[in-house]
Structure formats: C-alpha cells, structure tokens
C-alpha cells in the first residue's frame, strides 16, 4: 500500500490495517477505522480510471477484451502467467489492491463465454 499512495499523503500512513476498496464507482482508495485514502490519492489513479486488468505489464480490459474477441488472447494471457511463474511481476507494489490479477483474466474469460 505505501507504495501506492502518492507523496507526501504516504509519509502519514499509520500502522493501522487498510482495506482497498475495489468498487471503481467508490472515490476511496484505502480505509481503515482511523483514516480515509482517496482515489485521487493514489499513484495508479489514472490507470484505475482506464480499467486496469493487469497493472504489472500495463494490460486494460478493453485491451484483453479486444484479444478475447480477436483470437489473441490466449498468447496475451500466457504471457503475464510467465512473468509471473519468473517471478517479474510486481503484483504488491503495481496492483492498488495488492493482489496477482490472473484471477481477473479468468473472470473475463467467463464473462466473454456467456
């Protein structure tokens, strides 16, 4: 988390246990029962207002969306499932919600077979 929140807000992040709101509609970023982060106050904002699928190696869903619809997506996804196995992902510091995002091109997936 401290390396998502932009400076100097991240100079006062007390120990307290954050949540990162993962709702794209929600304006707040991080919470706990002691502070607020807003979005706008986060590094990734702008990249979270393109919806990000994979913040590591700068994937958007309408790009994913477009492999899905053009065959492509299988190679695009084998790809970040490599950087990953290699561990050159940055998953804790890149993501906002500190989560891997191959789950997220999974649930694409689903949502494009429907």
């Not at 084998?78 to 999974?106: H, I, M, W, Y």
Request: charged letters at 25%; aromatic letters at 8%.
């Amino acid at each position: 988390m401290l390396h998502q929140v932009q400076f100097p807000d991240n100079q006062d992040i007390a120990g307290d246990d954050y949540t990162f709101c993962a709702n794209r509609d929600c304006s707040i970023g991080y919470f706990s029962l002691s502070h607020v982060i807003p979005k706008t106050g986060l590094r990734a904002f702008q990249s979270s207002q393109h919806e990000m699928l994979c913040h590591c190696f700068d994937i958007s869903e309408a790009t994913y969306r477009s492999a899905l619809a053009d065959g492509s997506a299988k190679a695009v996804k084998a790809f970040v499932v490599q950087q990953t196995k290699d561990k050159l992902c940055a998953c804790e510091s890149r993501n906002p919600s500190g989560r891997c995002c191959l789950a997220d091109f999974n649930k694409m997936e689903k949502a494009h077979d429907c």
